[in-house]
């Protein structure tokens, strides 16, 4: 099945620095997600991306659908406290319903 | 609240005991999808329904597990016979069926952790 790698593992940073994570698959998406997941509660989504090369932004995250269309990036500008937590990248493949999930990025803010 | 909503949060049980969680999703989504997550990992995928048709099944879905969603609306994910492997994060999310901006993105409750002793 499709598999997601997600890379780094885990970050930690202080704060105000920039983040930077990305996504790889060994499969052509149609779309991609990044969600983000604190402690206890379920995923929440932050940008979701639909064409290869599109650019996205939600405040300080950018996000960024791969020319492959085999990858993904996440880029969290000026990190605070409050961006501490588990960060997902998901993709679909075209014609199927199902999201597959990346292993998580677990980042962690030195004050 | 317009929000995914899942019951019980939380669910600690003996082994071998049988377990339902339900979940009750964004009322005008048609499509409704459960996850497992263990700790460390990302969600797993187990099945989706759209409207009360169950269209997928992962193999993770052990004859063991069960869901429905009988009228379209709210669904209910079984295990029987539990087993101390089936202790993880079980979670809920739906989805429309809209176009492109927005189109079938996942909105997930805040999951039913299992603990199987």
């Known amino acids: 099945g499709q598999q997601l790698n997600q890379s780094p593992q885990s970050m930690f940073i202080q704060e105000g620095e920039d983040v930077s994570m990305n996504c790889t698959s060994s499969s052509i998406f149609n779309t991609w997600l990044w969600y983000k997941q604190d402690p206890g509660e379920g995923p929440v989504l932050l940008i979701a991306?639909?064409?290869?090369?599109e650019l996205t932004s939600n405040g300080r995250l950018t996000a960024q659908f791969g020319i492959t269309r085999k990858d993904s990036f996440l880029n969290i500008s000026a990190s605070i406290p409050s961006d501490v937590g588990i960060y997902f990248c998901?993709?679909?493949?075209?014609?199927?319903?199902?999201?597959?999930f990346g292993q998580g990025t677990r980042l962690t803010i030195n004050p | 609240d317009t929000g995914v909503s899942q019951n019980p949060r939380h669910k600690i049980t003996k082994r071998g005991q049988n377990v339902t969680f339900r979940c009750d999703p964004i009322s005008e989504h048609n499509r409704l999808y459960w996850y497992r997550q263990t700790l460390g990992q990302g969600p797993e995928f187990l099945t989706y329904f759209q409207n009360e048709a169950q269209l997928e099944k992962s193999r993770l879905l052990s004859d063991r597990f069960s869901a429905e969603r009988p009228k379209g609306s709210f669904s209910t994910l079984e295990i029987q016979r539990t087993e101390q492997g089936d202790s993880a994060m079980y979670l809920c999310?739906?989805?429309?069926?809209?176009?492109?901006?927005?189109?079938?993105?996942?909105?997930f409750g805040a999951g039913s952790r299992l603990t199987v002793l």
């Open positions: 998901a993709g679909r493949i075209q014609g199927a319903q199902k999201l597959v």
């Open positions: 999310a739906s989805s429309s069926r809209g176009g492109l901006s927005g189109a079938n993105v996942l909105t």
């Open positions: 991306l639909y064409k290869a090369g």
